[in-house]
């Protein structure tokens, strides 16, 4: 069981930058995927990024590929998600996942996870 807090959201206007943070509880951390999800108003949820175990393997979404990067801090059990050229689209609830598995649905590879956090609001502005 791995409980996870994000923090980090705020408002921000286009072409900025926010640094989301999610702190997680336990002393699983490290055996656990993570990844970064966000769901807008009337959307789906998306998936953004993840991360392996280890840190050292890293997979992005193409609508965030080379703007948004995901790192984690196995010793202080806390992943982050650094977001620059923010757009006004980039507007939504972001939610921390926590062991994360891939699976293909037809053609389609898409990232589940066992745990969530509450999210936290990113709004840019335009």
């Known amino acids: 069981q791995v409980q996870l807090v994000e923090s980090g959201g705020g408002l921000v206007q286009a072409g900025g930058s926010l640094r989301l943070s999610c702190a997680a509880s336990?002393?699983?951390?490290?055996?656990?995927?993570m990844g970064w999800f966000r769901q807008a108003p009337g959307k789906a949820r998306e998936f953004l990024a993840a991360?392996?175990?280890?840190?050292?393997?890293?997979d992005y979404a193409n609508s965030v590929k080379g703007r948004f990067t995901i790192s984690r801090d196995n010793a202080k059990n806390t992943v982050y998600l650094q977001m620059n050229s923010l757009k006004p689209e980039d507007t939504a609830v972001y939610y921390c996942?926590?062991?994360?598995?891939?699976?293909?649905?037809?053609?389609?590879?898409?990232?589940?996870?066992?745990?969530w956090g509450q999210g936290t609001q990113v709004t840019v502005s335009s």
């Open positions: 991360i392996r175990r280890s840190g050292d393997n890293t």
């Open positions: 996942a926590a062991d994360l598995s891939g699976r293909y649905y037809g053609n389609r590879y898409e990232y589940e996870a066992n745990y």
């Open positions: 336990g002393r699983t951390f490290s055996r656990y995927a």
